[in-house]
């Protein structure tokens, strides 16, 4: 087992907690057969970015604000085919409440919602696209996120399934685990660790004064 020690974890959503990607690919290509965009050179940049971010990139000549609160409306009230992946539930009721947060690409609307559907635990430290100037791949989600648990990056680690949201961990300074569940293990391989699902990770967790955290991936998909 490769071991990894800190004093909180700073997880990712879509992708990571929850499998949206039914969601995500149909709502994308409603939007780009209506704005007659190429579907393919949204599929290139969406991963990990926020909405306006990918609209500035694949059709800058529209309104970047407007479309992206189309798109937000429309993933929010779209649940079908969104799933939790295995493991989430565990982990997360699990992990002492001040020591993990989740730090997403998505506007507090959306992730909300997925959240509610999937009947996860709302975290306290909940850092969406809403709240930065930068999405990732900036490390401002994570340094936030990292900020508002009053702890260094440093200790904490960033478990993500995209290259821009390992890039934004990082770069913030944290150790980042990568799980192969939307992106091939080839593209991961900037991460510390690659994780071929969520459950696959074995997190204890050590009450002795404050919390301490030992997360454990296995070798075999190890760097």
Request: aromatic letters at 6%.
């Amino acid at each position: 087992m490769y071991e990894f020690h800190c004093d909180a974890i700073l997880f990712d959503l879509d992708g990571v907690l929850v499998d949206s990607m039914q969601v995500i690919e149909r709502q994308w290509q409603l939007w780009a057969a209506h704005n007659q965009i190429n579907m393919q050179a949204i599929i290139d940049v969406w991963h990990g970015r926020r909405a306006f971010e990918i609209i500035q990139l694949v059709a800058p000549h529209l309104d970047t604000s407007a479309e992206a609160r189309i798109v937000a409306a429309a993933e929010a009230a779209d649940r079908e085919g969104l799933q939790v992946y295995p493991g989430a539930q565990h982990l997360l009721t699990r992990l002492p409440a001040t020591h993990w947060a989740i730090a997403t690409s998505g506007p507090l609307a959306v992730a909300s919602a997925r959240l509610t559907h999937a009947g996860l635990p709302f975290p306290q430290i909940f850092v969406t696209g809403d709240d930065v100037q930068r999405g990732k791949p900036s490390p401002d989600p994570y340094l936030l996120a990292a900020a508002r648990l009053e702890l260094p990056p440093q200790r904490c680690v960033v478990i993500e399934d995209a290259p821009a949201g390992i890039e934004a961990g990082l770069a913030a300074g944290a150790q980042v685990i990568a799980i192969a569940s939307t992106n091939p293990t080839e593209e991961l391989q900037r991460a510390n660790a690659v994780a071929a699902k969520l459950s696959d990770l074995r997190v204890t967790v050590h009450p002795h004064g404050d919390y301490r955290l030992t997360i454990q991936v296995p070798t075999s998909i190890s760097r």
